[in-house]
């Protein structure tokens, strides 16, 4: 099942990170909007922690 995860109001660089919660289910993080790259993909890491998730990683990037 397809979920929307970020939806953006602006441009720039955005991000996603995929970790897993202790049960092993998988957590996202995202983020958009940056005006760099690493701002982007540390966000997008902090956010998918702040959810539950370890060891995130980006696994997605973009500009636009």
């Given at each position: 099942?397809?979920q ?16 897993e ?44």
């Amino acid at each position: 099942n397809c979920q929307q995860v970020v939806d953006c109001k602006k441009i720039g660089y955005g991000a996603v990170a995929i970790g897993e919660n202790a049960q092993g289910a998988s957590v996202i993080g995202t983020s958009c909007g940056f005006g760099n790259l690493a701002g982007a993909k540390s966000e997008a890491v902090k956010q998918c922690a702040k959810y539950g998730g370890l060891n995130c990683a980006v696994k997605n990037t973009w500009n636009g």
